[in-house]
């Protein structure tokens, strides 16, 4: 039962006042009534996800139970996101990523990185990236990788070398991995399809507006250059716009090895998660040859986690945030589809294509998605911007000339690295800004130049290697 100190009054009058403004305006001419009935609730719905009148689950709820109550749309129609399969692969993800964290091998492999690269501080902050990569694609909650494992290792490598916020010796170390690992984060999170929980809403959403399906070994191939140059070069800048004082840690190494040696070997528990993590990331890559596809090969990986006793049924019911997910991803994939299906995203979008026309598919591209990127400023969510601009500015794209699968994949990597550049744009801002490591100044700062430094990356490298790819 949802607690009172939950239900936010005056967020929650807001949201409902825009909700009930939008419905009772007259449809648009060429708009059929239940498309702008359905854009009301779902406008609501966004704002609601936005400002946070109640828990995200609760306010997917209530916009779900709005379009059946308003005969907008049938129950049936109002459930049909639930069995969406993108839906259940990031849900299963996250049953997977518990392994991770119950086993502790998530805790082992960073450690293990920050021993063996860990002797200076630059080198450090790659150990820590580098660990986060490696567990990225079977961990879809960023805030939980960056959050529950990098971030405590961080916070005892700064404790050990002296750098604490309380006495202001926070430059020391500690504010050059927090800003490190934070970035960092979010060019793994764009890397994987399930290295963060948007993603495959970005996948539904290009499916049902473009017919394009974007597989999970395609956008693996269509990030992999992009974003590896980002992980080498933003480290570089962060340690020379705002260097730590210490360069040299040999210190580092020897914590871990002793942090390694109080683990132990490998436990059998650990040795299962990875025959399992394994298996799985060979059957997302080769399984489609074999007739088994993304969603499926993450049933198998759950299924073997609880066969070989990895997972207990507790810990899948326990697992608030997989189906608090499965809750607000299917209400907006449902809402999305039949935005689409009822004629409002091809209405919007031929409205929209006016802005861009006499533009190359080629400047509209730029120009589109660097309004996409920087309008994030205005939200606190990846999934909210996503369900609130993905689909528009996808459909118009397409409609500009512009190739279906390269534009949707350009706005999905987007959908993650934007959030580098304010303390509240995702999961994981406000976990690393609560350190207090970083100033607000700096982190705004740091956060502008970076996203300078990816919008370069990724449309002028990745552009190139996009075009190698057949990809335009």
Known sequence: MTKKSDVKLIPLLITLAIGIGIWNIAPPAGLEKEAWQL?????????????????????????LTATVLTKTLTIGDALSGFSNSVIWLIVIAFFVSRGFIKTGLGSRVAYFF??????????????????????????PSNTARAGGIVLPIIRSLSEAYGSRVEDGTERKIGSFLTKVAFQGDMITSAMFLTAMAANPLVVSIAAEITGVNISWTGWMVAAFVP???????????IYKIYPPEIKETPGAAELAKQ????????????WYMVGVFFLI?????????????????AFIGLCALLL??????????????????????????????FLNQLGFIPWFSGIMEGSVSGMSWVVALIVLALVYFYSHYFFASNTAHVSA????????????GA????????????????ACTTHYGCGPAPVFFGTGYVSQNKWWSIGFLISIIHILVWLGIGGLWWKLLGLW
């Open 39 to 63: 854009f009301a609730i779902f406008v609501a719905t966004i704002v609601g996800l936005i400002i946070k009148p109640m828990p995200m689950g609760v306010v997917a709820i209530f916009g």
């Open 114 to 139: 920050v021993m063996k690269f860990g002797k200076k501080t630059l080198g450090l902050s790659y150990a820590l990236l580098f660990s986060d990569l490696l567990l990225a694609p079977a961990m």
């Open 227 to 237: 974003g590896i140059v980002s992980l080498i070069i933003i480290p570089l800048v």
């Open 259 to 270: 942090k390694l040696a109080e683990m132990g070997p490998l436990k059998r528990s650990e």
């Open 281 to 297: 990331l060979c059957l997302w890559i080769f399984g489609t040859k074999v007739g088994i596809d993304a969603t499926t090969t």
């Open 308 to 337: 070989l006793q990895v997972l207990s049924w507790s810990d899948i019911k326990n697992e608030q945030g997989a189906w608090d997910t499965l809750v607000w991803f299917a209400a907006l994939v449902m809402m999305a589809t």
């Open 389 to 400: 601009m993905y689909g528009a500015f996808l459909a118009v794209l397409v409609a500009a």
């Open 403 to 418: 190739p279906p699968l390269l534009s949707a994949l350009v706005l999905g990597f987007f959908s993650n690295l934007f």
